[in-house]
Nanobody, 111 residues
């Protein structure tokens, strides 16, 4: 059974930082392409970042501020978010192809 559990969200002031974690069970993180998505109130879920076996890619809105990474020994994926803006406020989800999603973690950035 595949499970994804996010943590690390919270309330932060604009310009601050947070690090989100996604602990995966049932799949080996290092062998899979994995994603972060987010959904703001009243908006559709949108792509944030992806990590493959050899590369990373980001949405233009977060490029240069967010960093996706993983720790294979811990079977965990991360999203380091710096220089946060109020428009980054959303529920953040980790995603594994095959329609596996975590429960989400709320990030709120105050101005």
């Amino acid at each position: 059974q595949v499970q994804l559990v996010e943590s690390g969200g919270g309330l932060v002031q604009a310009g601050g930082s947070l690090r989100l974690s996604c602990v995966v069970s049932g799949r080996i993180v290092g062998r899979n392409t994995m994603y972060w998505y987010r959904q703001a109130p009243g908006k559709q879920r949108e792509f944030v970042a992806v990590i493959t076996s050899g590369s990373t890619n980001y949405a233009d809105s977060v490029k240069g501020r967010f960093t996706i990474s993983r720790d294979n020994a811990k079977n965990t994926m991360y999203l380091q978010m710096n220089s946060l803006k109020p428009e980054d406020t959303a529920v953040y989800y980790c995603h594994l192809p095959g329609d596996y999603w975590g429960q989400g973690t709320q990030v709120t950035v105050s101005s």
